[in-house]
């Protein structure tokens, strides 16, 4: 459920009464079906806007209150290593080296895989939601691009993995086959296109919902931008992100859960 944390907290620096009761709600709603499929463990991760907002403490208090979910806020680096942690290596190729990119509202997380080893990983605070609302600054975009050049120039040939909702729904949109990746041109052309519709067109001519038709276009942007930054030349869509590393490693109790 898109809530949107981020509009107000990159702007404001707090999550509004709004939004604050859309939260509590959307909470509700999980504690009742946790209760219903009879969940055993679960966690609850808060990451960029809950980590800015002075207010998130309270709000978090306030959940646990009245719904009985415990929120965790995550920082950045954790949030790049749970992704990292996914199961990835089942996708990838164990003698190439992929900078894997995880696109968020708030900030998108870069980590270095070479040789089936992560090298490196960093967060930057560079989001769909940030560049909707005009508000990353281009020092950002600077240190963003300084980082992967430096990181990658070390090797021959790189190829990107992509994560997120944004990058999903464009490669299935390609309607290519799980396991072939989309070539930097194919993104490229997709990028102009989606730039000459406007938002109520993205809904009813290419059938993007609301929630998408507004943020992929700035996803595509930074997609492209470590491709083109790395030298990559394809990216691979295995359709994995947080969610994903979050179950995994609470199976394997490599991080905290709430025992319900």
């Given at each position: 459920?898109?809530?949107?944390?981020?509009?107000?907290?990159?702007?404001?620096?707090?999550?509004?009464?709004?939004?604050?009761?859309?939260?509590?709600?959307?909470?509700?709603?999980?504690?009742?079906?946790?209760?219903?499929?009879?969940?055993?463990?679960?966690?609850?991760?808060?990451?960029?806007?809950?980590?800015?907002?002075?207010n998130s403490a309270p709000l978090s208090e306030k959940?646990?209150?009245?719904?009985?979910?415990?929120?965790?806020?995550?920082?950045?680096?954790?949030?790049?290593?749970?992704?990292?942690?996914?199961?990835?290596?089942?996708?990838?190729?164990?003698?190439?080296?992929?900078?894997?990119?995880?696109?968020?509202?708030?900030?998108?997380?870069?980590?270095?895989?070479?040789?089936?080893?992560?090298?490196?990983?960093?967060?930057?605070?560079?989001?769909?939601?940030?560049?909707?609302?005009?508000?990353?600054?281009?020092?950002?975009?600077?240190?963003?691009?300084?980082?992967?050049?430096?990181?990658?120039?070390?090797?021959?040939?790189?190829?990107?993995?992509?994560s997120g909702g944004n990058i999903n729904k464009i490669?299935?949109?390609?309607?290519?086959?799980?396991?072939?990746?989309?070539?930097?041109?194919?993104?490229?052309?997709?990028?102009?296109?989606?730039?000459?519709?406007?938002?109520?067109?993205?809904?009813?001519?290419?059938?993007?919902?609301?929630?998408?038709?507004?943020?992929?276009?700035?996803?595509?942007?930074?997609?492209?931008?470590?491709?083109?930054?790395?030298?990559?030349?394809?990216?691979?869509?295995?359709?994995?992100?947080?969610?994903?590393?979050?179950?995994?490693?609470?199976?394997?109790?490599?991080?905290?859960?709430?025992?319900?």
């Amino acid at each position: 459920m898109p809530i949107r944390l981020g509009a107000d907290v990159f702007l404001k620096g707090e999550i509004s009464e709004y939004n604050q009761e859309r939260m509590i709600d959307t909470m509700k709603a999980f504690s009742l079906i946790i209760k219903s499929h009879g969940v055993t463990r679960y966690k609850a991760c808060a990451t960029s806007a809950m980590r800015e907002a002075r207010n998130s403490a309270p709000l978090s208090e306030k959940i646990l209150e009245t719904c009985g979910i415990n929120i965790e806020t995550i920082d950045g680096e954790e949030e790049a290593a749970i992704i990292a942690a996914t199961d990835l290596q089942s996708f990838i190729n164990p003698n190439k080296t992929y900078l894997y990119v995880d696109v968020g509202g708030g900030s998108t997380e870069f980590s270095i895989i070479h040789n089936g080893d992560k090298k490196m990983s960093r967060s930057f605070k560079i989001g769909t939601v940030r560049l909707l609302n005009d508000i990353v600054k281009s020092e950002t975009w600077r240190e963003l691009e300084n980082w992967i050049k430096e990181n990658t120039k070390q090797y021959d040939k790189i190829e990107l993995i992509g994560s997120g909702g944004n990058i999903n729904k464009i490669f299935k949109i390609s309607g290519k086959d799980i396991g072939k990746p989309l070539t930097y041109f194919y993104l490229t052309s997709y990028y102009k296109m989606l730039q000459n519709y406007s938002y109520e067109e993205r809904i009813t001519k290419l059938n993007l919902n609301q929630d998408r038709a507004d943020v992929i276009i700035p996803a595509t942007r930074i997609y492209l931008s470590a491709m083109k930054w790395s030298g990559a030349k394809d990216i691979y869509v295995p359709k994995i992100g947080l969610s994903d590393g979050i179950i995994k490693s609470m199976y394997y109790e490599t991080v905290s859960s709430v025992v319900v």
